[in-house]
């Protein structure tokens, strides 16, 4: 599955590991992220992530 | 009689070669009431080398410390662990004066030192765990996204086992002596607290990674050279704790109630939260907002376990000094949090109604309704706020028994 990383700080949402501290499930591919979800390092929207 | 600038010697072969700003009171809106410092190091090893530089004004007392021991002349490398303007803002000028043959940053601070000085300045990026040889020593770069910045990294010198650690470990401290144990420790540990609270709070996630990096790497530390304050020579282990402690949002029996007032309602009520706080065994710290300052109230949040805001509607909205606290605490992102709103009004009354939606911006758990009272309170306004301090205690006693 694609991997995005955040355009601000160079986080990398990886959808197999996902982000389960803020309820992100393993698994979950970044589109199906909820809209409201921020970068867990810096807090910018989903709108700032680019494939990596 | 001119004072003599020299550097100090921290370790073998490792001198500070910082700066003293005894003067600042407002460090982009933090109330730095002890002044603070920033520090940069040199190695004197074969390939002579400078880490980090200090704030744009402090230029010439950071050449007149190297100077104390080398010509500037002779430095090599430079080392720029963190693009933030207290510790690059000279670093053109010091690059023109000492014409390095390189000078070093992470990726993204290779990034973000072009973006401050654009063509000004050739950097060179490094990766994760890449190691410079010194000649007859090394340096190892590791990556702290986040921790402060995106560029955040911090090197480690392998011969005298000393972390230069840029942000993390620092405080905002003025002193004469560089080392911890030479140093009060109430003070310290308050501007430890101080400083983690108000930069680096909401950077728990990365602050975890970049804490199980160091631990997990198997390096002895020595020493760890921070870029503000003391140098920690004897207090680490306890600092790394706290580190630990804070970024897991360690909560205690403390509540916070934060309130302006104009004509004195607001104050009376929570002069009645309070007592219900204190006879339901939390202890209570009331901050008055023309009289508290933002970065005092974040220091107090930071082991906090409850968060009770109080502002009067003036012109159908919170007082701006209520408005500015919530702006600041919410960017900090204190998790864990149990709260409630309370407030007097004239005839509109929007404030509880304001505030209570900030603090779910905050995503703090509010506890009960916010307590509402039209002009002055009366006695059983009283006794409801009186009720509500008490329910916070009763949940801060359920949640934390056993951390008064
Ligand atoms: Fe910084
Ligand atoms: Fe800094
Ligand atoms: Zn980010």
Sequence with gaps: ?52 | MTQKLTAVKVADGVYWVGAIDWEIRNFHGYLTSRGTTYNAFLIMAEKVTLIDAVKGPFFEELMARISSVIDPSKIDYIVSNHSEMDHSGCLPEVAAAVRPEKIFASQQGLKALGEHFHEGLDVVGVQDGQVLDLGNDKLSFFETRMCHWPDSMVSYLHGPEVLFSQDAFGMHLASAERFDDELDDRPMARELAKYYANILMPLAAPIKKALAKLTGSGLAFKLICPDHGPIWRSHFPRVLELYQRWAGSFRTRKAVVVYDTMWQSTRKMAEAIRDGLSSGGAKAVVMPLDSSHRSDVATEVLEAGALLVGSPTINNQMFPTVADVMCYLQGLRPAGLIGAAFGSYGWSGESTKLLSAALDAMKVEQVAEPVRVKYIPTAEDMEACRELGATVARRLAQAYPDRA
């Design chain 1, 1 to 52: 599955m694609q991997k995005f990383v955040c355009d601000a700080c160079g986080y990398i949402y990886d959808p197999e590991q996902g982000d389960p501290d803020n309820g992100v499930e393993p698994g979950t591919a970044f589109a199906d992220v909820p809209a409201d979800w921020v970068c867990p390092d810096c807090g910018v929207g989903k709108d700032e992530f680019s494939p990596a």
